[in-house]
């Protein structure tokens, strides 16, 4: 696997969600161009490509989009509800990362020897980056360690850790975000839920990367549609802060 250091050159990188929003096929399509050029222009330091609102099907295409008009930052994909999936998305197309939504705990205490089989067949013949959620929003948590325990075993399962709010576009608590520093020392960890132009200073002092959708889009949900001029607003601030 790749370490976060190998895929993100940059301190404190910023990665832009595609959602693949669309009325049709082809609004899809269109509209992720139009994003996938919004998010280059306005100075994102990575693309993450997820079926969020999109069919399996358009999450390939636009993976095969961004194979071959590759921009110069890394790509990385999120095929939900299915990890076998995103294994394989990021072999076939050469993604430098992928995120899956949790690593441990989600499962039955029973099960967890199961997922550590699963992750560590599937890491072994992947080099993209893994970016795993712990205790992330909409998981169950199913797990009979404590948050300490999972933290530290999830170091092997992943290399880099994800931290959310409650749901889609909820700020990422303070005391979470620093609870989850603490117990993970200088190991990579990334926001995954709420970050915007007016918290970002506070909450990138404490993680190291930020996955962002919500904030980018004009109306501040993820129903919207990604505006150039908020990409560059929060993009301004993450540079000064750098």
């Known amino acids: 696997m790749k370490t976060f250091q190998d895929v993100f050159k940059t301190p404190k990188p910023i990665i832009g969600v595609l959602h693949l929003k669309g009325a049709s096929d082809e609004d899809v399509k269109e509209r992720a161009k139009r994003e996938v050029a919004a998010y280059l222009e306005g100075g994102v330091d990575a693309l993450l490509a997820e079926d969020y609102f999109g069919t399996y099907d358009q999450l390939a295409w636009l993976l095969e989009y961004l194979l071959t008009h590759r921009p110069n930052v890394p790509v990385g994909v999120n095929c939900l509800n299915f990890d076998s999936l995103n294994f394989e998305l ?3 197309y050469g993604c430098d990362f992928l995120q899956l939504d949790s690593v441990i705990g989600h499962v039955k205490p029973r099960d967890e020897v199961s997922m550590k089989a699963f992750l560590a067949k599937e890491e072994a013949r992947t080099d993209a980056l893994v970016l795993g959620g712990v205790r992330f929003k909409y998981q169950p948590v199913m797990s009979a360690h404590t948050l300490a325990e999972d933290l530290q075993e999830a170091k092997s399962r992943c290399g880099a850790v ?54 980018f889009k004009d109306t ?23």
């Open 220 to 242: 501040g949900k993820d129903t919207g549609d990604v505006s150039p001029a908020k990409v560059r607003t929060l993009m301004e601030i993450v540079k000064t802060l750098r």
């Open 90 to 92: 990021a072999r076939q």
């Open 162 to 215: 994800c931290v959310t709010g409650d749901a889609t576009g909820a700020q990422t608590p303070l005391d979470k975000l620093k609870e989850f520093r603490s117990l993970l020392g200088d190991f990579p960890l990334v926001i995954c839920s709420g970050l915007t132009a007016e918290n970002c200073v506070e909450q990138l002092q404490i993680a190291d990367a930020a996955v962002v959708g919500s904030y």
